[in-house]
């Protein structure tokens, strides 16, 4: 299952991303933690300790990763003509989970009890020629090849704001959600996420943050209504971790936030991956990118690159 973590700038999505990932490996699950925001915190929260991390970054090995995935698909004739929405074939070098394969050798480390991978920082070298959605390209290519089944996790903490439909991988997830303080700026990242999701069939659910009485959860719950999953009250655990005044053990988070996590796996885990309508959503916003943009940016006719024999899954995989 893959689950994306949005909202506001400061709402506690990269907090939740960290929590919801521990909460996971702890139970024993395989998981996997992708740092895909702009500002990329996702490691300290799951408690580094701020040194360097040793992951080389996706965001800086895009090309080298599309000539890895592409394989032998004759249908991807260069890393050049291989775009981030570029789907699977026959041919191309599928992915298991945390798999023993160069890319996961590469760019994996284990933070703690989670195994993470980052997308890299925005730096000086890309001012003025880049967006920080090119680096998201590697997600989104891994996303598309890998084969994760039952039990397994990738979590994802994406860009804040609306933001995150600014490139497809908004598409490539079985749950997003949506993190939200009960605030006036807090609900209105929900009611632009809503809407775009809602064009695109995107599932989401809410989940109210630093939440310090009943007040707060009205609020939300007239804002925000029936997709209000659950909440976390404010939690001076998670302060004093972001302090370095805790031990971080998870078991000693507030009774109400543990069940909250529950909540979260308990969504997750109730909507299985129906790969054919899965694969057709990527296919779909592939053509719609060629069509587009990469066709002409290219000069070649990357709608021929979708095999329309091809379907991922565990039987892919053979």
């Known amino acids: 299952m893959r689950i994306a973590f949005v ?14 990932s521990r909460h996971l490996a702890r139970s024993g699950a395989s998981v996997l933690a992708v740092d895909g925001d702009i500002n990329q915190h996702l490691a300290e929260a799951l408690g580094h300790d701020g040194g360097d991390l040793g992951a080389p970054p996706l965001g800086a090995h895009v090309a080298d990763i599309k000539d890895y995935l592409r394989g032998t ?33 590469r760019h994996v480390r284990r933070v703690g009890d989670v195994p993470l991978m ?14 920080y959605h090119s680096k998201l390209g590697g997600v989104e290519l891994y996303l598309n090849h890998l084969v994760d089944g039952p039990g397994e996790y990738v979590v994802v903490d994406m860009t804040a704001g609306a933001d995150a439909f600014a490139s497809g991988l908004f598409t490539r997830f079985d749950v997003t959600f949506l993190v939200a303080e009960p605030t006036r700026k807090g609900v209105s990242v929900y009611r632009q996420y ?9 599932r989401i659910a809410v989940i109210g943050n630093k939440v310090t009485g009943e007040d707060d959860l009205l609020f939300l719950k007239e804002h925000v209504g029936d997709d209000l999953l659950t909440h976390l009250v404010q939690s001076p655990w998670v302060r004093a971790a972001e302090q370095g005044r ?18 979260l796996r308990e969504t997750v885990d109730a909507h299985p991956r129906d790969w054919p309508t899965f694969h057709r959503h ?35 995989l053979a």
């Open 7 to 20: 909202g506001k700038g400061g709402s506690g999505k990269t907090t939740l991303s960290a929590l919801f």
């Open 73 to 105: 698909n004759p249908l991807i004739a260069s890393r050049e003509a291989m775009i981030k929405t570029t789907p699977p074939g026959r041919g191309s070098r599928l992915l298991r989970l945390l798999g023993e394969d160069e890319l996961h050798a």
């Open 118 to 131: 980052v997308t890299g920082e925005f730096d000086e070298s890309d001012l003025g020629v880049a967006c």
């Open 194 to 202: 809503r809407d775009h999701a809602w064009e695109f069939g995107i």
């Open 246 to 263: 805790s031990d971080g053990d998870l078991e000693s988070l507030e009774p109400h936030n543990r069940h909250a996590l529950s909540i």
């Open 282 to 316: 990527a296919v779909e916003f592939h053509l719609r990118n060629a069509r587009s943009w990469a066709n002409e940016a290219t000069g070649l006719d990357l709608t021929s690159q979708v095999d329309p024999d091809f379907v991922p899954g565990a039987a892919s």
